[in-house]
């Protein structure tokens, strides 16, 4: 059952934005050690689960399995499970820094969208009134 929330699609930009955000944090973290001896850059794989939800999520009446899902999604994210050291790498700045900027572009975009959303259901309660 769709509520005014946004259901499944709710759930879904909020895990894509939690994931960004840990994705944020292990390239700030692999730029902050780019000097380290011995480090190995951290990059984060989420984006098979992701559309793999998200393909998912068009089917019918499976609203409930994809709120399980969605849960099981958060939890690997949360717990480290979706982050891989590139083992015998060493980290490049610059692929570091256009990693940062397209992850903030990405983020910006889902903010954008959810932006939008609420000015459409803002407008919807309103009668297109303030």
Do not use: W
Request: zero cysteines; a neutral charge.
């Amino acid at each position: 059952m769709m509520d005014i929330t946004g259901g499944i699609t709710s759930f879904l930009v909020h895990s894509a934005l939690d994931a960004l955000t840990s994705r944020q944090k292990v390239i700030a973290n692999n730029i902050a050690n780019a000097n380290t001896t011995g480090f190995s850059p951290i990059r984060m794989a989420f984006e098979q689960q992701l559309q793999h939800l998200a393909s998912l999520s068009v089917q019918p009446n499976i609203e409930s399995t994809l709120v399980r899902k969605f849960g099981d999604f958060e939890h690997d994210l949360l717990n480290g499970r979706m982050a891989q050291t590139e083992k015998g790498k060493s980290v490049e700045l610059d692929v570091e820094m256009a990693r940062l900027t397209d992850n903030l572009i990405r983020y910006q975009a889902l903010l954008e969208g959810m932006s939008k959303r609420t000015a459409v259901l803002k407008m919807a309660v309103t009668g297109g009134r303030g």
